[in-house]
């Protein structure tokens, strides 16, 4: 277990310029234009943006899935609807008799077999490679999505089975694609790496949301399983293609980009596979700092990703057609700011010599704390609906910038175990999925104003609590559990 001791935080002090210092000068610094590591960072956000894509776009289509859903788009809100001329709506596909409990476990039944693939995921990528785990992992999500709306037409039985299917597929995506960035990202250029591979998650969030409410209105249902599925076979060809486990393996990569990144990392991998730390690993507890704060990050993700359609609905009085851009809003946001917090981070590391455990921490608090207090914000604006989709797109926007903090922290501590790592955190973080919304929905049963303040403001408490948590037990370098085969061989 690792101690907070002044004589650690002098160390760390010391040696990480250093450190910085051999790796920038000694190494000759491949260019990032064309190079192979930023093309692997592209494609892996396009098999996010994928991921994503197929995770969300069910929320949208079960409206047009409905019998009756005509009714529910007209109820009641607290606040005024807001009137707009509506073409023609196409209706061609099967729609189906299900009540909310059913509904909620169709919705629900992806977390339940995305929970289950997590650790597994991470534990096969570092054994037996992440390129194939990862591409067949989103492969069978494709290809169960592309079976939706049979499944469908069979029952709700075989649509919760296969969004459980797809959930087991999509859940070795993290751990997987965390397992290959510990042999792909030069330590400098963790943060913008990461953050262009992962903002795949939000673009996939911000594209799918509206344009599977467009496909509804104008095709049917069905086609937004079909159209998504496609764009995803395309991306496992290109996977497949493009796409080596390691530079080492990888057929197009130049002799100097793979000198830089084999040399920018050899005093951070371990050299064997076979040997797995778990006791050291469960027992770290830098480890579970990015636990609860990926947990607490995502207790608000998830609510609002299940249930912000349903407060621009329910609350402030946009229907189905109007709110599918405005709930994507804040997920832009969410992508801009990643993206740019990203290529700061790495300028404070790399140029200003700050230390990573305090660019980590402090993308951590704004990434956490600041959308706290907007999302509280937000429940005080009553009708003023423009107030409170800034409040709602600001709040988003800024958990952005955690995409720089806890998020990557996995690859500073142990980028050896960096997939196993991931695995284990984000099997914590999926069950606010399964349960935030829940507890959420039986709290505004009324749908009230006051009732969504008591939920913003447990999710602030939540958000809030996971960035203390980080700023005390966090660490931004490799442990000694990470490396220790090293220092026996």
């Keep these: 277990m690792m101690e907070h001791s002044a004589s650690d935080t002098e160390t760390e002090d010391h040696v990480q310029p250093l450190l910085r210092r051999r790796d920038t000068g000694d190494i000759q610094k491949a260019p990032a234009c064309c190079s192979s590591r930023y093309g692997l960072a592209f494609l892996s956000c396009y098999g996010f943006f994928v991921a994503y894509a197929l995770r969300v776009n069910l929320s949208v289509a079960m409206v047009d899935m409905l019998k009756n859903h005509t009714s529910a788009n007209s109820s009641s809100s607290v606040c005024p609807h807001h009137s707009s001329p509506v073409p023609k709506h196409n209706h061609t596909a099967s729609v189906y008799d299900w009540d909310s409990e059913t509904q909620g476990w169709i919705l629900g039944s992806f977390f339940y077999g995305y929970i289950l693939t997590q650790i597994p995921g991470g534990y096969l990528a570092r054994k037996y490679g992440a390129k194939w785990l990862l591409g067949i992992g989103i492969l069978c999500t494709v290809i169960f999505t592309l079976l939706t709306p049979v499944a469908a037409d069979l029952g709700a039985g075989y649509l919760i089975a296969v969004r459980v299917l797809e959930g087991i597929g999509e859940g070795v995506s993290y751990p997987a694609m965390h397992a290959m960035w510990a042999s792909w990202a030069p330590p400098l250029e963790r943060s913008r790496l990461l953050t262009i591979s992962y903002t795949g ?210 690859l500073d501590i142990a980028p050896s175990y960096a997939g196993i790592l991931l695995g284990i955190t984000n099997t914590f973080a999926t069950i606010p999925g399964m349960v935030g919304p829940v507890i959420a929905r039986s709290l505004t049963k009324s749908n009230t104003i006051p009732e969504w303040q008591i939920v913003f403001y447990i999710s602030a408490a939540i958000n809030i609590f996971g960035a203390v948590f980080f700023t005390i037990f966090g660490k931004g370098t490799v442990q000694p559990w990470a490396v220790q085969r090293i220092n026996i061989q």
């Design 201 to 410: 998650a939000q673009l996939g969030t911000v594209v799918a949301l509206p344009l599977s409410g467009q496909i509804c209105f104008y095709l049917d249902w069905t086609y937004v399983f079909y159209i998504f599925g496609v764009v995803g076979l395309l991306w496992f060809v290109l996977w497949v293609c493009l796409v080596s486990n390691t530079p080492s393996s990888h057929k197009r990569i130049t002799e100097a980009e793979k000198t830089y990144i084999l040399a920018s990392l050899k005093n951070e991998l371990s050299p064997t596979t076979d040997y797995i730390p778990w006791t050291s690993i469960l027992k770290s507890l830098p480890l579970w700092a990015i636990v609860v704060a990926h947990f607490s990050y995502n207790w608000t993700f998830y609510t609002l990703l299940t249930l912000l359609p349903t407060y621009m609905n329910d609350i402030l009085g946009f229907s189905i057609q109007q709110n599918g851009m405005l709930s994507a809003l804040p997920y832009l946001g969410c992508w801009l700011l990643a993206l740019l917090g990203g290529q700061l981070a790495d300028f404070l590391r790399e140029k200003c010599f700050m230390r990573t455990v305090i660019v980590r921490k402090a993308f951590t608090i704004v990434g956490m704390v600041g959308p706290a207090v907007f999302l509280v914000a937000a429940g005080y604006t009553g009708c003023n609906y423009i107030l409170a989709i800034t409040l709602l797109t600001i709040s988003s926007a800024l958990g952005g910038i955690s995409a720089s903090g806890f998020n990557i922290n996995h």
